[in-house]
């Protein structure tokens, strides 16, 4: 039996979204059916909007979320209706070389659904990142489904799935930041500011944040962000050297993703120190540095991809902290919304007027 239920769609290149009735059947073997509580509005939605991701349209957008497992189907374990989850887009499979290496944060044969989420016409639907949670229920692969305490509100727990675990797991996870490091964070939207409060969650002792804009700067503040440099009135490689004892930071996170920013954190780290890319660069960006620069300075380039995490791992682990005060996830969400104001919270956060929309079912 189909389920009919509103969700959020966008039906081609940069056209605004809309509410629609969606079908989504029931769960099929390894599937779960669950009914959305709260999903954040993803700066990846937006490109998938954009056709930035492919154009397998239409979408259904909405990625980062919270719900209750409503049912589940054939050879399924672990998951019952009713448990919390956390609803994630990198469900590792357990038999890949990377998987089977140890590395399952690596795994590229991850699970989704098989069956398709559709209009009421009978076209399917293209979920993003496998998900599609801009709705009132949604399907996905039980491995999607991440059990976590139901105690943390779904508008703070969904926030783990996408956006605030990558930056949190840049700088723990992908950056290794520990105890009395220094580190800097270029780009202080949710992302960003997540690598802030991972870093400071991790011990270091000076965490400088860099952005364009000052309102942002002060957001960064209230996640542990010891010092602020705004790039249009600073050179910023010459500031966190200023910043650092002359030496550079031990961990510089790129949370823009283009070619500029990157080289200022390729430069902007101590010797043998780590530069980590968790911004998105699109298909087009390039990247050019001295090859004799690469070799001479020493330390390490990384990638950070979902911030390198295992949801069974750090999932219940975050939400833990969160319970006990000592992560403070309800500071990044700037607003609660309704499935009809998804339009408005995308130029929201294109003009920097938020942290995060979260869309509250």
Not at 111 to 123: K, R, V
Not at 232 to 256: K, M, Q, S
Request: proline residues 5%; charged residues 20%.
């Amino acid at each position: 039996m189909a389920h009919a239920v509103n969700g959020v769609v966008a039906a081609g290149r940069g056209a605004k979204v809309s509410v629609e009735t969606i079908l989504v059947p029931d769960p099929g073997p390894g599937e779960a059916l669950v009914e959305v509580r709260a999903c954040g509005v993803c700066h990846t939605d937006l490109h998938y909007r954009e056709g930035g991701i492919n154009d397998e349209f239409p979408f259904l957008l909405g990625h980062e979320a919270a719900g209750v497992v409503e049912a589940v189907g054939d050879g399924v374990t672990g998951l019952e209706p009713g448990d919390f989850v956390i609803l994630n887009w990198r469900a590792v499979c357990g038999s890949c070389r990377s998987c089977l290496r140890g590395r399952p944060q690596y795994c590229f044969n991850t699970h989704n659904a098989a069956q398709p989420m559709t209009l009421e016409d009978g076209t399917p639907l293209s979920p993003a990142l496998g998900i599609g949670a801009f709705a009132e229920k949604t399907l996905v692969h039980s491995g999607q489904c991440t059990k976590v305490n139901p105690k943390a509100p779904a508008e703070v727990a969904g926030l783990l799935g996408c956006g605030v675990m990558a930056g949190i797991g840049a700088a723990i996870n992908t950056g290794g930041v520990t105890r009395g490091d220094s580190v800097a964070v270029l780009g202080c939207g949710g992302v960003g500011d997540a690598a802030i409060a991972g870093a400071r969650l991790a011990g270091a002792r000076t965490i400088i944040a860099v952005d364009l804009d000052d309102t942002k700067l002060e957001w960064a503040r209230r996640f542990g962000a010891t010092h602020t440099i705004n790039a249009r009135e600073r050179d910023v490689v010459e500031a966190i050297r200023e910043l650092t004892e002359g030496n550079g930071a031990d961990v510089v996170i790129d949370a823009v993703g283009r070619p500029e920013t990157f080289q200022q954190a390729f430069y902007a780290r101590d010797h043998a120190g780590l530069a980590v890319l968790v911004g998105v660069p699109t298909p087009d960006m390039v990247l050019e540095l001295p090859l004799i620069d690469v070799f001479s300075r020493g330390g390490a380039v990384k990638s950070s991809w979902y911030g390198d995490c295992l949801p069974s791992r750090d999932f219940p682990m975050l939400i833990d902290l969160y319970l006990q005060g000592r992560l403070d996830l309800g500071t990044f969400v700037s607003e609660t919304i309704g499935l009809g104001d998804v339009e408005k919270a995308f130029e929201d956060m294109h003009h920097g007027r938020v942290l995060r929309s979260v869309v509250v079912l």
